[in-house]
């Protein structure tokens, strides 16, 4: 269990990547928004620069409720074209931008809008740096009546899906959480598991995976790019 300070000083290190991000933001334009509680403190980050920005496109209905409560217009993605940047946090990343992503259960409307986007700035603590993905469970959205028959498939591939407890999605389906996977191959991971009928996605993030990570450290915030 971690302990109080710890907790703290994770809190510390997500504020100060949240607002780093708010350089990103590109100046009159609309910005993607994540889910989760380090992309909250950027929402409230940003709430200090609104009149900057047209709106935002919400990737949660969490997200976009604190978003309007701070006066900031969300737009409907399908009512836009373009969007330069998405900002948004990660349960695990790699050196090599690849993530897991769903800890809050909104990966696959994070997935949509982060693949509209010209630019995924994920906003993490040190904590989450990983040099191989795995150690968080991995979540796994699925229509409702397939989830049964997703988990035996998955148990094909050598992972432990369980059901998240009491959990339904903004798109009324259900959560596996997914253990024991060995995830050396995150792209074709991703695509293999978006192949089983009832998946509507997972949250491997390595097709697509992010731009710029800046990451909270006790000694600042570190900008992490994809190695060429
Ligand atoms: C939500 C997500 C979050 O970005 C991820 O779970 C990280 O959350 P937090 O910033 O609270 O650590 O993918 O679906």
Known sequence: MRSTKDQTSSQAMKQAAARAALHYVVEGRIVGVGTGSTASLFIDELAGVKNRVAGAVASSEDTKKRLEGHGIEVFDLNEITDLPVYIDGADEITPAMHMIKGGGGALTREKIVSAVAGKFVCIVDGTK????????????????????????????????????????TDNGNLILDVNGLRILDPVDLETRLNQIAGVVTNGLFARRPADVCLIGTPDGVRTMTAAL
């Open 129 to 168: 740096l990983v040099d191989t993905l795995g150690h968080f469970a991995l979540p796994v959205e699925v229509i409702p009546m397939a989830s049964t028959y997703v988990a035996r498939e998955i148990a094909k591939l050598g992972g432990v899906a369980v059901a998240r407890a009491g959990f339904v």
